[in-house]
């Protein structure tokens, strides 16, 4: 299990203020459905990262890791972390703007360095399977200056979203940061049952945007053709 000293931490979250074009956040309707459709059934997602209860940290499975694409494939890199019931854990997610996100709970990292391409958006995603709850809160963008809300799950089949947009742009080199609460009655969950992730993805453009580019490529040709 890798942990980070206080100063490594320090040294992660002190990144350069980026330049972000004009970010906002909302909470994203439609659960799990919705996400697939904006997101062609997850393959514009560039890198998930996701924090779960696994086996509580006996080292058979994972608690954080790294993946491509939301469930598909192995990890790109795993670890196990032991989880407390009700115990809040500071994360921190970062992406260099050019192939690296690394994704840090409690002080324990997972990075990889092959991410083939910048983003769009951030999809952050609660779930709740069982009698419990998955609450993510006090998040930063830092930098952005936005006051994002938090996001919870609770109950049997839950699934909520949280989406912050960079007006369409790719998003430079950024930090993100929160607390992560997994909390249950009764039986203990095992792996994804409580769960959240952090999806960082391009979506399919809203024919509303698809339009006006059109039109703009249009009026440049008008002006060339005039010239």
Known sequence: MRHLTAAAVAAVAALAT?????????YFAGGDAAFLAISNNGML?????EGRIGDAGTNQTWEIA??????????????????????VMPWTLTWDGVNTVSYTVNGVLVS????AGNFTDIFIRSRSATDSMV?????????SGL???????????????LRIQNMGM???????????????????PSNSQLATQIKLTNVIPAP????????????????????
Not at 135 to 143: F, H, K, R
Not at 147 to 154: N, Q
Request: glycine share 14%; proline share 4%.
């Open 112 to 115: 990889w360095n092959q991410v």
């Open 45 to 49: 997602e560039r890198a998930v990262a």
């Open 66 to 87: 790294l993946w491509e694409r939301g469930g598909v494939g192995a990890p790109k890199d795993q670890d196990n972390l032991t989880i407390t019931n009700g115990t």
């Open 18 to 26: 980026p330049a972000f074009a004009a970010p906002s956040w909302s």
């Open 170 to 188: 790719d998003f430079p080199a950024l930090t993100l940061t929160g607390n992560l609460t997994l909390s249950w009655t009764g039986a203990r």
């Open 208 to 227: 509303g945007g698809v339009a006006l580019g059109l039109v703009a490529l249009g009026a440049g040709a008008r002006r060339r053709r005039r010239r």
């Open 135 to 143: 609450v993510v809160q006090s998040i930063d963008l830092v930098g």
């Open 147 to 161: 006051a994002i809300g938090d996001l919870s799950s609770s109950g049997n089949g839950d699934v909520d979203y």
